[in-house]
């Protein structure tokens, strides 16, 4: 993978379909509206089997204000935002004993346009996220979902995130689950 200091001119990976998709951070151009919109298509199995995640239902002004604590990346075919994640800053992770760790940052707002999926764009998306997040110094990469989601359980765990609590937030409806990565040599406080 090439350097993150590429990532604000634009990386281009071809994807599993042979189609070029352009990976860059998010820029001041990008339709807030439209990204809401790809989360809502893209978590709505998740809330068709009940489970309540914020970004299934979110208006655009907490997709804003998610992506204001940290590094959007966002993946686009022909100017179109096919996918998306937001990196949050260690400062801004918290709300858990391992969230409130210094050397823990946090992704979320993880998505890809449902046609997409299996393409290897999420894939691409997550590595991205991971080699910014050890730029920027992190120690621990950290994300949370639903201990009901076996699917997105088993993704995180293939690409090497372990389990290392559970937390209960107040707005949506199941228990989640605490994933986390070593992204440096140190070994994390305990």
Known sequence: MRRVESLPSGLVRTDRRGVDILYRFLSPTDDIDIITDLLHRAYAPLAEAGLRYVASHQRPEVT?????????IVAVVEDRVVGVVTLARTSATEGSPFYDRADVASFGQFAVEPALQGAGIGSTLLALVEEVALAQGVAELA?????????????YASRGY???EFARWPDVNYRSMIFAKR???RVPPR
Request: hydrophobic content about 35%.
């Open 64 to 72: 804003r204000r998610r992506m204001a604590k940290g590094d959007t």
């Open 143 to 155: 994300l949370d979902t639903s201990e009901h989601a076996e699917h997105l359980v088993r993704f």
């Open 162 to 164: 372990r389990l290392v």
């Open 183 to 185: 992204l440096s040599g």
